[in-house]
């Protein structure tokens, strides 16, 4: 299994998840707010599901998701780093990395997931297998799609995935 580094920035230390993570996973995930844009609240086995499945990433592919947490008090924020979707968009976009994050109500709007992305960006980008990155933003989202400018992601084109109308994009 990889060593999952630790990244940090002024405000934020982002770590491997640890079971501990779990019930505060959960309840990001069952935040109506925050899964606006990235689909309805998840049920505890959905949530335990996507749980394993960051283990597993960084077990199988050597890069993944990150718990991002507070450096002041350790409280769970939320995460953000690199997975395989493998949702049949295409080889442009399935054989590549996405990026993804996902902060609590609680941590938006205070520049934290800027801080975060930023920081998991600058740590695939020193790696060896480091190349083109996507993301999948749904249409309206207006934060997420200027921070994904701002790292250098460039619209691909637009679909229709789960009924929503979203915008893939490439890095690289």
Do not use: N
């Amino acid at each position: 299994m990889a060593d999952i580094p630790v990244l940090r920035t002024q405000r934020l230390i982002l770590r491997g998840m640890v079971l501990a993570d779990f019930p505060a996973f959960v309840s990001l995930w069952q935040e109506p707010e925050v899964v606006r844009y990235i689909g309805q609240p998840r049920t505890e086995a959905e949530s335990w599901s996507g749980f394993l499945r960051i283990a597993g990433s960084w077990a199988l592919e050597g890069f993944g998701q990150w718990a991002i947490t507070d450096a002041a008090d350790g409280a769970f924020l939320g995460q953000a780093g690199f997975f395989r979707g493998a949702r049949g968009l295409g080889p442009d976009f399935d054989r590549v990395p996405e990026c993804g994050w996902v902060l609590t109500g609680a941590a938006q709007g205070r520049g934290l997931g800027r801080e975060a992305v930023e920081v998991v960006h600058g740590w695939l980008d020193a790696q060896g297998f480091a190349g083109p990155t996507v993301a999948m933003i749904e249409v309206g989202h207006e934060a997420s799609l200027k921070l994904a400018t701002r790292l250098g992601y460039r619209p691909m084109r637009e679909i229709e995935d789960d009924g929503d109308r979203v915008t893939l994009l490439r890095r690289g």
